[in-house]
């Protein structure tokens, strides 16, 4: 266990993260993570990836988890949640890592759109822009909309726009409307 003390998720991440590349376990970093690398720059207190893992996949990590000596929570939603399961990893310093077991309108597609990150002599796959910001405006919260203006507006590349309104309609017509405000402010 890399953390050594509280205030050290992106540490465990690393943990975790290297217990789903040895199981061949396809992930992408989310959250404030991931919005720093698209020009968000904004504290937490944990880390969160996105994975994808069927429930009985979920089960048998919850249990190396556990085996390897971490805290886990792993809880199932119902089917109206838009994420089917959670697992929650922590250490014995209070250090958090959130897998979302996928998300209603994500495509799978996102994992071939990560953003390879060096990290402590490590790789992080962090979710591409378009995918975050799709996310972001599905999440809909008034941070959560922040966080894709700032990365609409933070990155001077150019956006990929037909892929974005793509990925925010597959999410629904709320988040579409949303992104569709954000583009025009």
């Known amino acids: 266990m890399r953390a050594a003390a509280p205030g050290q998720s992106a540490l465990l991440l690393l943990d975790v993260v290297a217990a789903l590349v040895r199981r061949k376990v396809d992930y992408a970093v989310i959250g404030a993570l991931a919005a720093s690398v698209h020009g968000v720059v904004r504290a937490s207190l944990d880390a969160d990836a996105v994975v994808s893992l069927s429930p009985r996949e979920a089960s048998d990590l919850d249990r190396a988890f556990k085996s390897a000596g971490f805290t886990t929570a792993l809880r199932m939603g119902d089917q109206d949640d838009p994420i089917p399961a959670l697992l929650a990893v922590s ?95």
Do not use: C, W
Request: glycine letters at 10%; a negative charge; zero cysteines.
């Open 91 to 185: 250490d014995s310093h209070g250090n958090r890592v959130d897998l979302l077991l996928g998300l209603r309108g994500l495509e799978p597609e996102a994992f071939s759109r990560v953003i390879d990150v060096p990290f402590q002599g490590e790789t992080l796959r962090i979710i591409g822009r378009e995918d975050f910001i799709a996310m972001k405006v599905f999440a809909g919260g008034p941070q959560d909309l922040t966080d894709a203006r700032r990365a609409i507006e933070s990155d001077g590349r150019a956006l990929d726009t037909n892929l974005l309104r793509r990925l925010a309609k597959a999410y629904g017509g709320a988040a579409s409307d949303a992104l569709e405000k954000l583009l025009r402010d």
